[in-house]
T-cell receptor, first 117, second 117 residues
Framework: QQQVKQSPQSLIVQKGGIPIINCAYE??????FPWYQQFPGKGPALLIA?????SEKKEGRFTISFNKSAKQFSLHIMDSQPGDSATYFC????????????????FGQGTILTVHP | DAGVIQSPRHEVTEMGQEVTLRCKPI?????LFWYRQTMMRGLELLIY????????DSGMPEDRFSAKMPNASFSTLKIQPSEPRDSAVYFC???????????????FGPGTRLTVT
């Protein structure tokens, strides 16, 4: 119930394409869904995050779509660039009893994105 | 702010030796997380602390692994004795988590690449 399943494992697109990465979860108590971006040799960094009270959030070229009934969320990268080549992780977190989640994140397995020039 | 600081950045050791990884979280953050990343298993949460107290160590693979947080600005992850299968990148992350505010952003350090021969 704590798992977050991410697909695809890898994705190759041409510059300007719109890669889409999908995640699914089981635990309906999750209430925070971030995406992290990781470049080789670096730690993951927060890219964008959404809460289940909205169905979509945009920040620049990055958009999260959220489907609460299907328990799925996805990341879309508009006008993708070679500099977007990285590993992307979805994650989920929830407020525990009395607000005691302490910010623990459950991560998906990651998607390696390659954007060709 | 310098961000999360980890040391060493690279560690090569022989099987059976003790390894100590160090982490300095971002000043003011109250939660600290240790992760291990491998190609096979992805990003695994090992243990996390809140206000210097270990909250959940269920991800620690074996008794050979131990972690401490003696104060708000320092944490260690120790492996004794180390084995080749411990080879991975170990990340430390910190966050400021406040009950019922939904603040969950984690800031990752650059990681320590551990190789056990």
């Amino acid at each position: 119930q704590q798992q977050v399943k991410q697909s695809p494992q890898s994705l190759i697109v041409q510059k300007g394409g719109i890669p889409i990465i999908n995640c699914a979860y089981e635990n309906t108590a999750f209430d925070y869904f971030p995406w992290y971006q990781q470049f080789p040799g670096k730690g993951p960094a927060l890219l964008i995050a959404i809460r289940p009270d909205v169905s979509e959030k945009k920040e620049g070229r990055f958009t999260i779509s959220f489907n609460k009934s299907a328990k799925q969320f996805s990341l879309h990268i508009m006008d993708s660039q070679p500099g977007d080549s990285a590993t992307y992780f979805c994650a989920a977190s929830m407020e525990g009893a009395g607000g005691t989640s302490y910010g623990k994140l459950t991560f998906g397995q990651g998607t390696i994105l390659t954007v060709h020039p | 702010d310098a961000g999360v600081i980890q040391s060493p950045r690279h560690e090569v050791t022989e099987m059976g030796q003790e390894v100590t990884l160090r982490c300095k979280p971002i000043s003011g953050h109250n939660s600290l997380f240790w992760y291990r990343q491998t190609m096979m298993r992805g990003l695994e949460l090992l243990i996390y602390f809140n206000n210097n107290v270990p909250i959940d160590d269920s991800g620690m693979p074996e008794d050979r692994f131990s972690a401490k947080m003696p104060n708000a600005s320092f944490s260690t992850l120790k492996i004794q004795p180390s084995e080749p299968r411990d080879s991975a990148v170990y990340f430390c992350a910190s966050s400021l988590t406040l009950p019922r505010t939904g603040l969950y952003e984690q800031y990752f350090g650059p990681g320590t690449r551990l190789t056990v021969t």
